[in-house]
């Protein structure tokens, strides 16, 4: 059986990556409902303002042991994110065009959809 390739929810503005989501003005990722596949142009146009990981959220397959937040077992970034969750308010679950293949996910449930929508990648 082959082992199940998860896409990382905090990925950069590359090649291969897709946008999901667009940070908004109070700082909440909104999610799209569908993926956006980057091409050479949508890379270039998210690199003229600054930096796109301030402003999207993309996703792309998870590197694991190639990622510096890649713990040797899991992705540290969710642990680190969720050490805030008694901070965190309510939070409704968006539909999430990830959800399915997403490394957070598997790792640890909604509490990960509750807090991922905090997550601005460039901050990590």
């Known amino acids: 059986m082959e082992k199940q390739k998860y896409v990382c929810p905090s990925a950069t503005n590359s090649e291969g990556a897709s946008l999901f ?3 908004g003005n109070d ?3 909104k999610f799209l409902p569908h993926l956006v596949p980057l ?3 949508l890379i ?3 690199n003229n303002r600054g930096n796109p990981e301030a402003r999207f959220r993309y996703t792309n397959t998870c590197a694991e042991n190639g990622c ?6 899991k992705c540290g970034v969710v642990d ?3 050490n805030f969750e008694s901070q965190v308010q309510e939070a409704k679950a968006q539909n999430c ?4 293949d997403c490394r957070w996910y598997a790792q640890d449930g ?4 509750k807090v991922c929508p905090l997550v601005i990648a460039d901050m990590i």
Do not use: F, Y
């Open 80 to 82: 680190k994110v969720l």
């Open 21 to 23: 989501g667009i940070v």
């Open 44 to 46: 270039r146009a998210g």
């Open 110 to 113: 909604k509490r990960a959809c």
């Open 97 to 100: 065009p990830i959800m399915n």
């Open 68 to 73: 510096r937040q890649w713990t040797g077992e």
């Open 39 to 41: 091409d050479a142009e």
């Open 27 to 29: 700082g909440i990722v």
